[in-house]
């Protein structure tokens, strides 16, 4: 079954891009507009992966997922900042902080799933129709 995926996104376009690319693939999308929001959704959701950005109001992407990660049960579930942060450092310091793997925006909607999906195992893999 198609994992449950979380968006942390202030960026409406961004963020209904990227929720289009999962729903089409078959994954249940979660989303929240700035960090303390998506924080929140995702200490009551749990959900199987976490999609996010890091320059966003209240909390920034950083801190999510340094509180994430402070949490039981937090410390294995996959977590990929969507960043349009690209400068040399900003991939290290994304890991450094718990990120376990940094995508610059914008995103290419012919890789973006299969770049996620490779931190799913298979059974919460979707289908991906549009792009295979
Ligand atoms: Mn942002």
Redesign the pocket.
């Known amino acids: 079954m198609p994992a449950n995926i979380l968006i942390i996104?202030?960026?409406s376009a961004?963020r209904e891009l990227v929720k289009y690319l999962l729903e089409a693939s078959g994954y249940t999308v979660l989303t929240a507009e700035d960090g303390r929001a998506g924080l929140r959704t995702a200490l009551e959701a749990h959900p199987d992966l976490v999609l996010c950005?890091?320059?966003?109001?209240m909390m920034n992407?950083y801190e999510v997922v340094q509180r994430l990660r402070e949490h039981p049960g937090w410390h294995h579930v996959p977590m990929i900042a969507v960043?349009?942060f690209s400068m040399t450092g900003d991939r290290e310091a994304a890991l450094a902080a718990g990120f376990d793997d940094h995508i610059t925006k914008p995103i290419t909607p012919e890789t973006f799933i299969g770049q996620i999906e490779s931190f799913l195992p298979p059974v919460l893999r979707g289908s991906r129709p549009a792009y295979r």
């Open positions: 996104e202030d960026d961004s950005d890091l320059q966003m109001p992407g960043t349009a």
